[in-house]
């Protein structure tokens, strides 16, 4: 059974720091990992899709890895800033169409 | 930029009530999901919809639970008979295709059952 681990589970920053997020799985078999992220009480944004077959995917100041055969991956936030403030979701998607989420890590960015 | 809806964004229902939380996928998507989040639990899937049909349910989702794609852009879900531990977030999400491909979410219904 697939399970999705996320360190750390909360991050107090000061703005400007480069950070990096971790997901773990169990299970290397998966088709995708998907980064979200969630403000309170709010829905889920889409923040990167890595496919099984890629090794990272960026965009603007996000930069997801994935390293299938350990079951792992990053997102690296370069230049954090206060409004990046929210809690980051990991997500895989195995050979069935359901998404399984990690734990989440609830990052802090002060000014 | 397309989004995907839900209505309403807050429900409160007595226990035993049945309540329907509705969606507008993605106009051009055609797999559509339910996921609910209990407070300060992890995001969990409930049940996935292709083709008319349910393609993949987890064991969360019992008779108590149905979906259905009245017309060619409503997703819904009822809850029948409602109870105390059915308080979550429900999520719908969807995607252009199953696989490989993206999926996106709503905003959330937040279902409180009192």
């Known amino acids: 059974k697939q399970e999705v681990t996320q360190i750390p589970a909360a991050l107090s920053v000061p703005e400007g720091e480069n950070l990096v997020l971790n997901c773990s799985f169990t299970d290397s078999a998966i088709y995708n990992l998907q980064w979200f992220r969630q403000d309170p009480g709010k829905g889920l944004t889409s923040l990167l899709l890595?496919?099984?077959?890629?090794r990272e995917q960026t965009s603007g100041r996000l930069n997801a890895s994935l390293d299938k055969s350990s079951g792992r991956s990053t997102l690296y936030i370069a230049a954090s800033q206060p409004g990046d403030s929210a809690t980051y979701l990991c997500?895989?998607?195995?050979?069935?169409?359901?998404?399984?989420f990690g734990t989440g890590t609830r990052l802090q960015v002060f000014p | 930029e397309p989004e995907v809806t839900q209505t309403p964004s807050h429900q409160v229902t007595q226990m035993g009530q049945e309540v329907i939380l509705r969606c507008v996928p993605i106009s051009n998507h055609l797999y559509f999901y339910w996921y609910r989040q209990i407070l300060g639990q992890k995001v969990e899937f409930l049940v996935s919809?292709?083709?008319?049909?349910?393609?993949?349910k987890s064991e969360i989702f019992d008779d108590q639970f149905s979906v259905e794609r009245p017309d060619g852009s409503n997703f819904t879900l009822k809850i029948r008979s409602t109870k105390l531990e059915d308080s979550a977030m429900y999520f719908c999400?969807?995607?252009?295709?199953?696989?490989?491909?993206?999926?996106?979410f709503g905003q959330g219904t937040r279902l409180t059952v009192v």
């Open positions: 999400a969807s995607s252009m295709q199953g696989g490989n491909t993206e999926a996106f």
């Open positions: 919809f292709y083709n008319n049909e349910i393609s993949e």
């Open positions: 890595i496919q099984s077959s890629q």
């Open positions: 997500a895989v998607k195995g050979n069935t169409d359901k998404l399984i």
